[in-house]
């Protein structure tokens, strides 16, 4: 442990750590890292294809309103399909 990492409290060294204009996908089996593009009303997780509403607090902090509902839901029946199948 250097020096530094004695002093700091466990918010100042959580701090160092933060990422700001990224946030998880919110799909408990993803949770992929997403970075929209500054102004960008909506975002598509690469890893998982969901899609995710956007609101930008300022113009490089965004945050997740909430799921595109009619993509995810195509994807899942899908998803569902795919599973029914193989049985």
Known sequence: MSADDQTLSTAESLRKTRTYG?????NPSCMGRLQPEAGEGQV???E???EYRVHWIR???PRIRGPV??????LAEAALKKKLEEK
Do not use: A, L, Y
């Open 69 to 74: 509902w009619d993509v995810n839901r195509k």
């Open 22 to 26: 990224k946030f998880r996908c919110h």
């Open 59 to 61: 113009p490089d902090f």
């Open 44 to 46: 598509k997780c690469p």
């Open 48 to 50: 998982c294809k969901m």
